[in-house]
T-cell receptor, first 112, second 112 residues
Framework: GENVEQHPSTLSVQEGDSAVIKCTYS??????FPWYKQELGKRPQLIID???NVGEKKDQRIAVTLNKTAKHFSLHITETQPEDSAVYFC???????????WGAGTKLIIKP | NAGVTQTPKFQVLKTGQSMTLQCAQD?????MYWYRQDPGMGLRLIYY???????DKGEVPNGYNVSRLNKREFSLRLESAAPSQTSVYFC???????????FGSGTRLTVV
């Protein structure tokens, strides 16, 4: 079955710098790749997603890139701010039932 | 407020006790999911219901049962709780990927 690996498990960056989180997936049939942000004690929330027919997608300070050949996708956050501190999860899906396989998460720490 | 409502928010059970976690959504979503979240392991799918009247096993179904009572409600039952079921449980729903999953606020379950 599908497996999603996420790296790093913890990322600490200086406020204002960029952060990059990477995920790899195993099933070449996967075609939908969302990213979720989970603040401490709260529920996960969708921040951006990408489909397999697109290589890159941006939304203000966040962007996601997809390399189908290498089967990996990445989340890029520019000009990081204290409110970006959270755990970020990547996921992959191929089915019509939108069943997601999740990465283990990356704890992003923004240093003042 | 529109969204996914989970009850209870916190619960402590003794080993062997049973309980049902309730989930209801008012967004007319077709698909509903139960996840558990353990530290460092991301989200793991327990059961899902692609539409009213259907349920299917996810990655970690052992020790759980579910009921899709109607389109709005999807409950998760622990028949005989075990310490290994100590976790945070999230219910989620979705109709299309444009909005992603909507998660409930979670249930923190401790089995002693």
């Amino acid at each position: 079955g599908e497996n999603v690996e996420q790296h790093p498990s913890t990322l600490s960056v200086q406020e204002g710098d960029s952060a990059v989180i990477k995920c790899t997936y195993s099933d070449s049939a996967s075609n939908y790749f969302p990213w979720y942000k989970q603040e401490l004690g709260k529920r996960p929330q969708l921040i951006i997603d990408i489909r397999s027919n697109v290589g890159e997608k941006k939304d203000q300070r966040i962007a996601v890139t997809l390399n189908k050949t290498a089967k990996h996708f990445s989340l890029h956050i520019t000009e990081t701010q204290p409110e970006d501190s959270a755990v970020y999860f990547c996921a992959a899906s191929k089915g019509s039932n939108y069943q997601l396989i999740w990465g283990a998460g990356t704890k992003l720490i923004i240093k003042p | 407020n529109a969204g996914v409502t989970q009850t209870p928010k916190f619960q402590v059970l003794k080993t062997g006790q049973s309980m049902t976690l309730q989930c209801a959504q008012d967004m007319n979503h077709n698909s509903m999911y139960w996840y558990r979240q353990d530290p460092g392991m991301g989200l793991r799918l327990i059961y899902y219901s692609a539409s009213e009247g259907t349920t299917d096993k996810g990655e970690v179904p052992n020790g759980y049962n579910v009921s899709r009572l109607n389109k709005r409600e999807f409950s998760l039952r622990l028949e005989s709780a075990a310490p290994s079921q100590t976790s945070v449980y999230f219910c989620a729903s979705i109709t299309g990927t444009a909005e992603g999953y909507t998660f409930g606020s979670g249930t923190r379950l401790t089995v002693v």
